[in-house]
Every structure is written in C-alpha cells, then in structure tokens.
C-alpha cells in the first residue's frame, strides 16, 4: 500500500502470523500445489504492477482460475508477468487500450488491479462483454465514476455476471465476531465512532512531458483525479470498515486538511480530520495520515457504545468490551489472507452462479464517503452528500501524449 508496507513486508509488519494455523488463514506457499478444482475460469489481469502482480499469485494458488490474457500499459510488464503467468504472448497487451484487447480474447472473469481513475470505463467495459468482474479499491475517484460503478454492478446481475470489490476487513473471523457482537447489541447504543488511517505515504517526483512517469511504482496516488486522494486509497479501509458495521453513510462532513510533505508536486492531501454526520446525530471522526514519519502504520475502526466498545483492525487485535462480555483475537496476515478470501468467494460465485454482487452497494458508499470528507476537509466547510452529488464532478487526467 505504500512504500515501506509493500507487497511483502506489508504482510509481515503485522508481527501476527504465529497465530495463523489456528485459525486455519495460511494462503498456500508458493510451492505447493494448487488444488485441484473440477472447473477453471478463463482470467485475464488487467494490470500488472505492484498489487496486480502479486495477486495474480493468489489466484494461481487458488487452483481455480487459469491465466489466459494480460493488460498492462507498460509492454516490459505485459511481457514479464504474462510470461511468469503462461500466458501465450499473442494474449500480452500494453498500451491504453490494451483492456479491450484482453477482453476480447476470450477470457470468462477480469481482475482489475489498475488505478482508480480508470475503474469505471475498464469495469463497464468488462460487463457490456458479458465478463464477470474482480475489482480492486476504490472503485472511483469522483461522483460519476462511482454512480458508474453501480450501474455496471446492476447491468451485471441483470445479465447473470459476478462482480466482486475486494476489501479484506469485512473477511476476518476476528472483526466479523467484532461486529456480530456489536450489531446484537452488546455495546448498547452506538454513541460515536472513529476511524483511523495511517501510511507513509507516496514518493511524489515531478511531472514529465506526459503523465507515464505517474503511473509508475504508485506515484499516482498523489493525483487526487487518478487515485481519489489519501483518504480514498488508503484511509478508506477503515472507513468501509465503518460503513460495514453501520450499514449506512453519512449525510454531511466537515473538516480540514493539507499537503505537507516535503516538495509535493501531486494534489492529494496527506493528512486530514474529518468528522462525518449520520442522519440519527452519529458522529464519526475520522485521522488520516500520509507521511513518512513513523514506522508503523494503522486501519483502524472503533465502535463506542453506551455499555462497551468494539474494535474492528488491518493488523493488531480485534477486540470487544462491554460490562458482560470480553472478547480479543489476533487479525492474522489480513493483506493475504483476506485476498485469498475474496478469490475464493469470486470463484464460488461464478461457479454456483450467485450474481447477487452484495459487495458492491457498500463499496460504491465507502467511496462516496471519502470523497464527502476530502472534498468537505479540502473546502474547509460542511459539506452534504446531497450536495456532492448533486454537483456530480468528473474529475480529469491529461493523458495526452500517452501510447493508445
């Protein structure tokens, strides 16, 4: 997720993974078999750098899915992972377009692991040729990419397709007993809530002749337009997190924040404080923080009730008090774990044909909400739902000059 907490040291920050066989959470290593499964899904990755990359392993171990085409637009990361991969280099493409080319391949499911900004075009194209869709957060960077996401969520149910957003707090045994508690009532009344979000954050060089360098080793995150700001790329796990207990959003925002790290050259902001309102008076304060200095990161969401609390993490414990109850376990190696999760549960949708897609309508809402409290902290007023819908702001990138 950034540059200290990359793909590998990400799962091994957590300092959590002695606990792991007892609850049965390891993913398969890399040189076991992969399971053999009595169907295999035709996948095509589209995008293949940092995450991309790594998670096409996950679905290689998963034994269910068989790499058949892959997108990037770098050709040199087209070649090299389509070949780690098998893929016949016939089914490598690079270049813009490269996501029409893969989706006309013949593959059955895409795996969209690209920036933000290019979600909503990439999924709806995805759904209009009858594919099913593995998608990463979040979905969208503005109002109307999201709205668009929503729709290609209900076109693809329509049509009999699978369309899944993968976020991986909501997978947990430890938060999903957090919540279960709390939403049976054990912390009484919901009183207030709170959400962290802790990173180092992005190197930020300056721009080129053309946006190429930008979507490189995740520079992009620092261009509200392509990655949906600190809040929206990193941030948002623990607000989904939020939202996934709740069961709602908020109706208005307001907060402040800024960009402070050193010669930024992006428009996202690292760090902010926003206090979100619901439509019952729940108040919810959310820290976001992108700079590098610590060594620790943190995605946290705490639940206060009138009678206890509830906890629900990315990498410490999930824990819940109350003045009958006590409950704490280890969030075990969540990063991979939760992936192999979702991979699983994509594979069983498309296999068992369960096209409900109850992962999107939250997803699209975790957005929205990031997206009232950057835009609220940036504009330093309050700020309503309504209103930033209403307003339904495309936010552009220029990508003149870059290969079509």
Known sequence: MNNWLNRRTFMKTSSLAAGASALGLHALKAQEPAPVRARKIKLGLVGCGGRGSWIAGLFQQHGGYEFHAV????????????????????????????????????VEAVALEVPPYFFPRH???????????YMAKPIASDVPGCLAIQQAAKTATAKQRCFLVDYQMPTDPGNIEVRRRI????????????????????ADPPFEKTYENRLRALTWVNDIAMGCDYIGNFDIHSIDAALWVLGRRPVAAVGGSRIVRPDPHGDSHDVCSVIYEYDDGLV????????????TGALTCTIQGQKGFGALEYWKKAEFRSDEDAYRVNVVNLYEA???????????????????????????????????????????????????????????????????
């Open 338 to 404: 939760g992936a192999a999760r979702n991979i699983d549960t994509f594979y069983r949708n498309v296999t068992e044909g369960d096209f409900a897609n109850s992962t999107v309508p939250r997803a699209v809402d975790s957005a929205l909400t990031c997206i009232l409290g950057r835009e609220a902290a940036a504009r330093g007023t309050r700020l309503t739902m309504d209103q930033v819908l209403a307003e339904n702001r495309k936010l552009e990138v220029n990508l003149a000059g870059l290969k079509t």
């Open 183 to 202: 939403l049976a009532g054990g912390v009484g009344k919901i009183c207030q809530v709170s959400t962290i979000g802790i990173c180092t954050g992005f």
């Open 71 to 106: 997108a990037d637009y770098f050709p040199d990361r087209a070649g090299k992972w389509g070949g780690e991969l098998g893929v016949d280099p016939s089914r490598r493409f690079s270049t813009l377009s490269g996501y029409q080319r893969l989706m006309e391949s013949g």
């Open 123 to 133: 999924a709806q194209a995805a759904v209009d040729a009858g594919l099913h869709v």
């Open 284 to 295: 919810h304060n959310h820290y976001g923080q992108a700079l590098a200095n610590q060594e």
